[in-house]
Nanobody
């Protein structure tokens, strides 16, 4: 009964920006950490960014550090991923995930309990 729904994906040119959103609905979750993952064709699903329950602590993969920003608005049950300076290598399906009762930043995908279906991000050269 917990649903995570991503939005904001699309097609952009290299150097452009996108802002992804992930809204949680259904059963009210306990305090939870969240993260954004991405999976490119033929590749593994990898963590892009993670954020603590409070929003005060974040983690970024080296490949996106300085370009992506994760944030959240708990009053809206929503987490965001601002993506700037996009390049072709950022092309992937982006999924959000949540882990209930874990407050700190979570960097292991095995720890996440709930997953969205993903939104496609395609960056053209």
């Amino acid at each position: 009964q917990v649903q995570l729904v991503e939005s904001g994906g699309g097609l952009v040119q290299a150097g452009g920006s996108l802002r992804l959103s992930c809204a949680a609905s259904g059963r009210t979750l306990k305090r939870y950490a969240m993260g954004w993952f991405r999976q490119a064709p033929g590749k593994e699903r990898d963590l892009v960014a993670a954020i603590s329950w409070s929003g005060s602590n974040t983690y970024y993969a080296d490949s996106v550090k300085g370009r992506f920003t994760i944030s959240r608005d708990n009053s809206k049950n929503t987490v965001y991923l601002q993506m700037n300076s996009l390049n072709v290598e950022d092309t992937a399906v982006y999924c959000c995930a949540a882990v209930e009762r874990l407050l700190g930043v979570q960097t292991m995908k095995e720890n996440y309990d709930y997953w969205g279906q993903g939104t496609q991000v395609t960056v053209s050269s």
